[in-house]
């Protein structure tokens, strides 16, 4: 709700708006910048960021809020200690937007002690981006301003007294996170499989369909799509390992390839379920580009919503 002047009032009409979730950390980045310029607005505090380990969140916060220093990420590399703690409303040079950690917090803190410290700040003006914000929800008494969780959408709220609630938006993003985590594995080993069957380099350019991955290509590639999905399965079938081998570089049994979003993938390729590929290629007249479609899971499986699909790659 915001005041428009000669007394009129705007009260808020989003109920919430969801994305695709990609893959690698460029395009997360352009997305978290593109949520920011249409939903966040200087005079939202309280944010509140939901979603289960690996599934980006880091990233994602550094794209909605592009210099803010977090205090700690799944993968422990930025544990320093938490300023919130530390804020003076009396101290000029006190910063203005603090992250906040919430499961890491709880294991120094209690519930309480960080809804304190949250509350001091946003009284003051200052605005606060708590992470697993689920955590310590019923402890602060009221809703975040703004509640983005990332599974394999990107679902961003401006809740009501009437919701949408922490504990909604974080079940449905932990049930979808698998598919973006097995989309993401998918999409890499039959991009591997391009490259060293094929000699066709990695795209350059990856996009999105619900449950699955879109390669793009410039040109029609000369792959046979039943040969080329039989490959795929086979690596699935052996159920190597996938794991993070340096910075942006996965492993893929004994093979790697690079990647900048090595974390969003299941452990092994035997975990990718019901995978398969569209047997024929896309073509955009719009785009001039020819594209591969892969898909995991079955239709509807614990889904947000059926209203996005690709004409008849389902049947």
């Known amino acids: 709700m915001m005041k428009l002047g000669h007394g009129t009032v705007h009260r808020e009409t989003l109920l919430y708006a969801t ?39 880091s990233t ?10 977090l205090t700690n990420d799944d ?3 930025n544990v320093r200690p938490t300023p919130l703690y530390d804020f003076d409303p009396a101290d000029p040079f006190s910063g203005h937007t603090f992250h906040l950690d919430a499961r890491y917090e709880l294991a120094f803190h209690q519930k309480y002690e ?29 809703n975040a301003q703004v509640l983005i969780g990332i599974g394999e959408e990107i679902i961003v709220a401006r809740p009501t007294v009437f919701g949408p609630f922490p504990r909604a938006i974080k079940e449905v993003v932990d049930k979808t996170i698998k598919y973006r985590l097995m989309a993401h594995s998918a999409e890499d080993i039959t991009c591997l499989v391009l490259e060293k069957d094929y000699r066709i380099p990695f795209p350059p350019l990856h996009s999105d369909v619900r449950q699955g991955f879109v390669l793009n290509f410039k040109e029609r590639p000369d ?13 699935i079938a052996k159920d190597v390992p996938l794991s993070v081998c340096g910075d942006n570089t996965l492993g893929i049994g004994e093979s790697t390839m690079p ?22 290629y896309r073509y955009d007249h719009m ?7 892969g898909l995991v899971g079955k239709k509807g499986e614990d889904a947000f919503e059926d209203l996005i699909d690709v004409e008849g790659i389902y049947e």
């Not at 395009?27 to 505090?45: C, H």
């Not at 994602?60 to 220093?69: D, R, T, V, Y």
Request: charged residues 25%.
């Open 19 to 57: 994305y695709y979730a990609p893959r690698g950390s460029v395009r997360l980045y352009m997305v978290a910048a593109e949520l920011a310029q249409k939903y966040l607005t200087p005079t939202d505090l309280l944010i509140g960021i939901l979603g289960a380990e690996g599934s980006g969140k």
């Open 60 to 69: 994602l916060i550094k794209g909605l809020f592009p210099g803010l220093e």
């Open 75 to 77: 993968e422990g590399i």
């Open 114 to 142: 960080l809804a304190e410290a949250i509350l001091k700040a946003v009284s003051h003006k200052r605005r606060v981006v708590v992470e697993h914000f689920d955590l310590v929800y019923e402890s602060l008494g009221h």
């Open 223 to 235: 792959v046979d799509l039943n040969e080329l999905e039989k490959k795929v399965l086979a690596i």
């Open 259 to 280: 990647c900048t979003g090595t974390r969003t993938h299941v452990s092994s390729s035997g975990k990718i379920e019901n995978f398969r590929l569209i047997k024929e």
């Open 287 to 293: 785009s001039k580009e020819y594209y591969v479609i």
